[in-house]
């Protein structure tokens, strides 16, 4: 019992900077105190004291904000970051070094008896006000993004973000180096493109910038055809792009600083 104690208070240090020391984290982590009131409530429930498994855990709601059922099987070294509106549900089974943030819900989808809550394997992380609903699992490492409304399965490694939940496909440095020059030339960002916010709208534009790629290659293949087989046609000369139609700061400002110059010239 001491050593999952300790396993506890080390993962909380691991993966909270906040934490300064072992008495804080007793005294002041609700999300520490909301697992160990469950697996009192669970230890209860499997020697088949439900009415009791369940008083313990009402009593760690009242005191933390977090549902935990007391039928829910939770892994070693879970971590409750924030926590306040957690409900994890009773068929829940939640693997090794697992993490929640405040407002996560593991629910269900039916009323029938059985298995109708999510499993969590081991390393997944679950970002804040999540939803992941239903009885299938989520892989080993897997991460769920803040308020992305999950119903399907998640595959191992994977992310998952938005409503409905989405997997989402890291590109090749080559493909976002070629999406990113081909977004320059259009004149604006491609928000979200980077791996630091993945987005499904972003991999949409992400696709669509591939595309545009792949259209322009081969009308210039189908071209340098045309002529080789002894065409004269000449190509409609394109419209620049929006934001090649106005200069740079610096181009503005030597234009301005040119046309001054060329005022007091004529005076």
């Known amino acids: 019992m001491f050593k999952g104690i300790r396993e506890d208070i080390q993962s909380v240090f691991h993966r909270d900077p906040a934490a300064r020391n072992a008495f804080e984290i007793i005294t002041c982590y609700p999300g520490l105190h909301a697992v160990w009131l469950h697996r009192l409530a669970h230890g209860l429930w499997v020697r088949n004291w439900k009415w009791l498994a ?144 993945p987005d499904p709208v972003a991999r949409s534009i992400g696709q669509i910038l591939d595309h545009l790629e792949a259209v322009e290659e081969r009308l210039e293949g189908m071209c340098e055809a045309m002529h080789q087989l002894g065409s004269d046609y000449q190509g409609k000369k394109l419209p620049e792009l929006p934001g090649m139609a106005f200069p740079c700061s610096e181009q503005a400002d030597e234009a301005s600083a040119s046309g001054s110059e060329d005022e007091q010239a004529e005076k």
Do not use: C
């Open 54 to 197: 369940r008083m313990v855990s009402n009593l760690g709601r009242w005191l933390t904000g977090i549902e935990i059922h007391p039928g829910a099987k939770i892994g070693r070294r879970f971590f409750i970051d924030h926590g306040l509106g957690i409900v994890i549900g009773e068929t829940a089974e939640i693997g090794d070094d697992v993490t929640l943030y405040q407002g996560v819900t593991l629910g269900g989808t039916s009323w029938n008896k059985g298995k109708r809550h999510p499993t969590l394997e081991d390393g997944v992380v679950v970002g804040a006000g999540a939803k992941v609903l239903g009885p299938f699992t989520v892989g080993a490492g897997a991460k769920i993004g803040s308020n992305a409304v999950v119903t399907k399965a998640v595959p191992a490694g994977a992310t998952a973000v938005g409503i409905p939940g989405r997997i989402i496909v890291k590109a090749t440095d080559e493909q976002e180096a070629k999406r990113r020059a081909i977004a320059e030339r259009f004149g604006f960002d491609a928000y979200g493109m980077s791996e630091d916010m």
